[in-house]
């Protein structure tokens, strides 16, 4: 008989301490680590608080034994192995799965994200010394990462910190306060997989590059920056000459724009996709822009250096228009030459929306996109530019012919994108102008055709006035469907939740208020609203509301039956009434 018990006394042991690892468990999950007390975890575990200094010596060692059995980079380093010769392509391919895993893990383990928050909130022993223990199995994969990093302008090691503390950062506060970061929310699902591919991408790229850093490189890319470098500095010595410029733009630098002129599609030819050649672009362009603004002088009518330059982007966005990414600012060059021809243009534009009376706060939203080509102000970019484009040319088309009225106006605007706030505010304030005072039914029925109306616009361009902000047609329907949000009969059942409940039958429910809309209680004076209002507000014995018509129907009841009804109420109300006088 002595074994069994043995085994039981072995078995409860083992029971025990499971529970009191399991409560540090639930209370870190529920209160944090503040919520680490002895007294809370031997409740927690139904155990007296002696027993854990009994099987775990100390709260410290109970602590540990949790942390360590949750800890899943343990498991991690066992896994996720290098040899001892490892290349760019073998730690590419290991650090890819071990980071995307570790997204996936942390993700979901809320009690391991408490234990990183309690790591990082508090200066604790036993947590230095856990962390220490995982940067001293780190260091045995750095060690075997660092030769193929050394020598280049990649540090491995930071990248990884980097991608570390985001992943914790990113999670924590999606848990925390179901916050995004940057716009980017790990409670929605498309999100996650945003990150898991983007994780791919920064280590593929860190790798690639240390990899490239590594070869002698004739690529043509190495032979457009030495090209760059060049004209930059020769941009330099000529935007710093005191003397007038010439006519002719400088032979040296006319020589560099040809051969650019050929290198930039041959390295796009090299290029596998859209990303890389926008990426391409976008470098390329800035470049360009930032040596055609240095030769650009607005004092002298001849710009011939930066007409070069100029010249040169214009073939590169000609020819890659599709690629090129609409941020790329354009040069001041190019916004001067497109101011006169751009201001002729809103003239003519102007004159046909004045002759059919439009108002002229609508005629400045109009007049938005053209601004940034006529006036000097914030840099215009290639996406204003392909917008201006579209958006000149249809208004241009549709005066002539379909637009005669400032309700046409507005639908067109709406087709082409426009979605700067001044021409958000007329149409709202223009919609709240046609709903004022109307009955709620007629409300109601104007805000839905508007929103029908709206979605069923033509679509003039797939482009964006503002990128930034939201669609047109989405943030008016949001509008529509915010103002119907108020409109009791919108409301899916029809029933209005703050509607007051009476004694009374339909009958008497529109009597009643008849005889207290006749006794000037009431100072409506269109007994359609009135009756409306009575149908929105009040509900019948047993919380059944009544239809405007059926309102409007039974004010003028006679029956002595209606009235007997009501008799009651009135003089209850008159007795209460006289105790004061």
């Given at each position: 008989m002595a074994t069994p018990r043995r085994r039981e006394r072995k078995r409860d042991r083992s029971t025990t301490m499971r529970k009191f690892v399991w409560a540090i468990g639930s209370l870190l999950t529920r209160f944090g680590f503040n919520g680490l007390k002895v007294e809370k975890i031997a409740y927690e575990a139904g155990h007296d608080s002696s027993l854990i200094t009994r099987y775990f010596g100390s709260l410290s060692g109970l602590q540990r034994a949790y942390v360590m059995e949750i800890d899943y980079w343990v498991p991690f380093f066992e896994r996720f192995i290098l040899s001892p010769d490892a290349d760019i392509a073998e730690i590419k391919t290991m650090f890819n799965a071990l980071f995307k895993e570790n997204f996936n893990v942390f993700l979901k383990n809320v009690e391991f994200q408490n234990i990183i928050l309690w790591q990082i909130s508090e200066n604790n022993a036993l947590m230095r010394e856990i962390s220490d223990g995982r940067e001293a199995r780190g260091e045995t994969l750095f060690k075997l990462t660092d030769p193929s990093f050394e020598g280049t302008d990649v540090n491995f090691r930071a990248v990884s910190g980097l991608?570390?503390?985001?992943?914790?950062?990113?999670?924590?506060?999606?848990?925390?306060?179901?916050?995004?970061?940057?716009?980017?929310?790990?409670?929605?699902?498309?999100?996650?997989?945003?990150?898991?591919?983007?994780?791919?991408?920064?280590?593929?790229?860190?790798?690639?590059?240390?990899?490239?850093?590594?070869?002698?490189?004739?690529?043509?890319?190495?032979?457009?920056?030495?090209?760059?470098?060049?004209?930059?500095?020769?941009?330099?010595?000529?935007?710093?000459?005191?003397?007038?410029?010439?006519?002719?733009?400088?032979?040296?630098?006319?020589?560099?724009?040809?051969?650019?002129?050929?290198?930039?599609?041959?390295?796009?030819?090299?290029?596998?996709?859209?990303?890389?050649?926008?990426?391409?672009?976008?470098?390329?362009?800035?470049?360009?822009?930032?040596?055609?603004?240095?030769?650009?002088?607005?004092?002298?009518?001849?710009?011939?250096?930066?007409?070069?330059?100029?010249?040169?982007?214009?073939?590169?966005?000609?020819?890659?228009?599709?690629?090129?990414?609409?941020?790329?600012?354009?040069?001041?060059?190019?916004?001067?030459?497109?101011?006169?021809?751009?201001?002729?243009?809103?003239?003519?534009?102007?004159?046909?929306?004045?002759?059919?009376?439009?108002?002229?706060?609508?005629?400045?939203?109009?007049?938005?996109?053209?601004?940034?080509?006529?006036?000097?102000?914030?840099?215009?970019?290639?996406?204003?530019?392909?917008?201006?484009?579209?958006?000149?040319?249809?208004?241009?088309?549709?005066?002539?012919?379909?637009?005669?009225?400032?309700?046409?106006?507005?639908?067109?605007?709406?087709?082409?994108?426009?979605?700067?706030?001044?021409?958000?505010?007329?149409?709202?304030?223009?919609?709240?102008?046609?709903?004022?005072?109307?009955?709620?039914?007629?409300?109601?029925?104007?805000?839905?055709?508007?929103?029908?109306?709206?979605?069923?616009?033509?679509?003039?361009?797939?482009?964006?006035?503002?990128?930034?902000?939201?669609?047109?047609?989405?943030?008016?329907?949001?509008?529509?469907?915010?103002?119907?949000?108020?409109?009791?009969?919108?409301?899916?059942?029809g029933v209005n939740e703050l509607s007051l409940i009476t004694p009374f039958n339909a009958t008497q429910l529109a009597v009643w208020r008849k005889l207290e809309y006749d006794a000037g209680i009431y100072v409506e004076t269109n007994l359609d609203v009135f009756s409306e209002k009575v149908a929105s507000n009040f509900m019948t014995k047993g919380g059944v509301r009544l239809s405007q018509f059926s309102v409007k129907s039974k004010l003028y009841a006679k029956e002595q039956a209606i009235y007997k009804g009501l008799e009651g109420y009135a003089l209850k109300m008159l007795e209460e009434i006289r105790r004061f006088l």
């Open positions: 991608l570390l503390g985001g992943i914790y950062y990113m999670v924590l506060q999606a848990r925390s306060i179901k916050g995004a970061v940057c716009g980017i929310d790990l409670n929605r699902e498309p999100d996650q997989l945003l990150v898991l591919q983007t994780i791919e991408q920064i280590i593929t790229w860190a790798c690639n590059a240390a990899g490239d850093d590594h070869k002698v490189n004739t690529e043509p890319s190495n032979m457009i920056n030495y090209d760059f470098e060049l004209l930059e500095s020769l941009a330099i010595q000529l935007s710093a000459k005191t003397e007038e410029p010439g006519v002719q733009a400088d032979l040296v630098l006319k020589s560099e724009t040809r051969k650019l002129n050929k290198l930039i599609p041959q390295h796009m030819l090299t290029l596998t996709n859209d990303t890389q050649m926008s990426s391409f672009l976008k470098l390329t362009l800035n470049r360009l822009r930032e040596i055609c603004d240095q030769l650009y002088v607005p004092a002298n009518p001849v710009n011939a250096n930066a007409q070069e330059i100029l010249n040169l982007i214009s073939n590169v966005m000609r020819h890659f228009s599709d690629v090129v990414p609409p941020q790329v600012i354009l040069p001041r060059l190019f916004g001067f030459q497109q101011s006169e021809a751009t201001n002729m243009q809103w003239q003519a534009l102007k004159q046909k929306m004045e002759a059919f009376g439009t108002d002229p706060f609508l005629i400045d939203a109009v007049y938005k996109p053209f601004r940034k080509f006529i006036h000097a102000g914030p840099a215009a970019t290639w996406g204003d530019y392909q917008y201006l484009k579209i958006y000149s040319k249809t208004l241009e088309e549709q005066l002539k012919t379909a637009v005669k009225d400032q309700t046409s106006l507005m639908e067109l605007l709406i087709g082409l994108g426009h979605n700067h706030p001044c021409f958000s505010v007329f149409f709202t304030d223009s919609l709240k102008a046609r709903i004022s005072g109307q009955r709620e039914q007629l409300r109601c029925s104007i805000l839905l055709e508007t929103r029908t109306r709206i979605g069923q616009l033509v679509c003039w361009t797939g482009l964006s006035f503002q990128p930034c902000k939201l669609p047109i047609v989405e943030e008016l329907s949001k509008w529509i469907d915010l103002e119907l949000a108020r409109t009791p009969l919108a409301a899916e059942n």
